[in-house]
C-alpha cells in the first residue's frame, strides 16, 4: 500500500446523499483506507467512487492530511454558522469514506489532531465511526469532548464470523472490535454497534446478546440501499453477495435484515434500521 503525505483546502464537508438526514458535515482525516483490501474493503460503498479512489484500487493508497486540524480551525466557524443557519446543529461524522484510526494514526496523529482542536472549536455532536479497535487510544480526548458537546461512538462489527469463504480477513478483528465498544460504554461514552454491512451471522441470539451488553444501541444496514444504490448493485458486481450466500442462503436479500432484526430487538431497546439507524435517538 503507497502512503502519501498530503493536505487539505477544506476538510469539512457539507453532507448529502446517505448522511444527509445525519449529520451537517463530514470530515475524512484521510483519504483511501488501509483496510480496503480486507473483508470490510469488499463491501465497503467508498470504493466505488472514482473522486475517491481516482482509477486507484480500493485498499492501495492512504493520503495522510496532515494539516487537517489546521483546515478544521481555519473553517469551523464559517461553517458552524451555515449549519445553526440552514440545519438544527453543526454536527460532524467522522469519517464516511476512510478509517479514522488507520494503524498509520499512531504514526501521524491526524485524527488525533483534529479531535484535540475540536476541543477548543467543538462542533454541537459528532458521530465518530471506525471499523477499528484503535479507537480506544483516543478514549481520553473523547472522553474531554463529550463534556464540551455531545459525542457518540459508533463502532462496525457486521457478523459474528472470523472470515468468508475464498474472501480476505478482517482488518480488525471481531474480538478486538467488541472489547474497543465495550471499553468506550465503560467509559461513560455513548456507543453504538454498526452492523453494517449485515453479513451472515452464524449465532444471532449470541452476537446481539454480546451486541447488548457492549453497546447501548445497534444499527443494522444490509448492502441493499447501503451502498448507494436502492437494489444494491455495486455490490452484487463484488464477490460479496455469492460468498454471503454459501455460508447462509438468502443473506444477500433484503429480507435477512428483518430476519436479524427481530432477533435485535429480543436483546435490545434501541435498535435502528437503515441510515437514520447510525444515530442513538435519546
Given amino acids: ?26 470530515l475524512n482525516p484521510y483519504r483511501g483506507c488501509p483496510y480496503g483490501s480486507s473483508l470490510c474493503g469488499v463491501g465497503c460503498y467508498v470504493r466505488h467512487n472514482p473522486w475517491v479512489t481516482r482509477g486507484r484500487a480500493w485498499g492501495s493508497f492512504l493520503e495522510v492530511r ?11 466557524s464559517k461553517e458552524r454558522r451555515w449549519a445553526r443557519r440552514h440545519r438544527s446543529d453543526f454536527s460532524i461524522f467522522l469519517a464516511s469514506s476512510t478509517e479514522p484510526f488507520p494503524p498509520q494514526e499512531s504514526r501521524y496523529l491526524v485524527t488525533r489532531k483534529v479531535l484535540e482542536a475540536m476541543l477548543n472549536e467543538p462542533p454541537d455532536f459528532l458521530v465518530v465511526q471506525t471499523h477499528s479497535s484503535n479507537v480506544v487510544d483516543q478514549v481520553d480526548v473523547l472522553h474531554r469532548l463529550n463534556e464540551r458537546c455531545r459525542v457518540q461512538c459508533n463502532v462496525s462489527i457486521e457478523t459474528d464470523r472470523n472470515d468468508l469463504p475464498e474472501l480476505p480477513n478482517h482488518g480488525s478483528s471481531v474480538e478486538k472490535r467488541f472489547d474497543a465498544a ?73 429480507a435477512y435484515r428483518g430476519r436479524m432484526e427481530r432477533v435485535a430487538r429480543r436483546h435490545l431497546e434501541r435498535v435502528g434500521v437503515g441510515a437514520e439507524g447510525f444515530i442513538i435517538r435519546c
Avoid at 496532515?66 to 469551523?76: D, G, I, K, P, R
Avoid at 446478546?209 to 452484487?236: K, M, N, Y
Wanted: hydrophobic share 35%.
Fill in 66 to 76: 496532515q494539516n487537517a486540524a489546521e483546515s478544521y480551525l481555519a473553517h469551523v
Fill in 1 to 26: 500500500m503507497k502512503v502519501e503525505l498530503t493536505t487539505v483546502g477544506k476538510v469539512l464537508t457539507r453532507t448529502s446523499g446517505y448522511l444527509d438526514s445525519l449529520t451537517s458535515h463530514s
Fill in 182 to 254: 465495550r471499553r468506550l460504554k465503560d467509559a461513560g461514552l455513548p456507543t453504538l454497534i454498526t452492523v453494517a454491512p449485515l453479513l451472515p451471522i452464524a449465532d444471532p441470539d449470541s452476537f446481539f446478546q454480546r451486541v447488548a451488553e457492549s453497546a447501548h444501541a445497534v444499527c443494522l444496514d444490509h448492502f441493499i440501499g447501503g451502498d448507494g444504490t436502492p437494489d444494491g448493485r455495486r455490490t452484487r458486481r463484488t464477490r460479496l453477495p455469492e460468498a454471503m450466500e454459501l455460508v447462509e442462503p438468502s443473506s444477500s436479500e433484503l
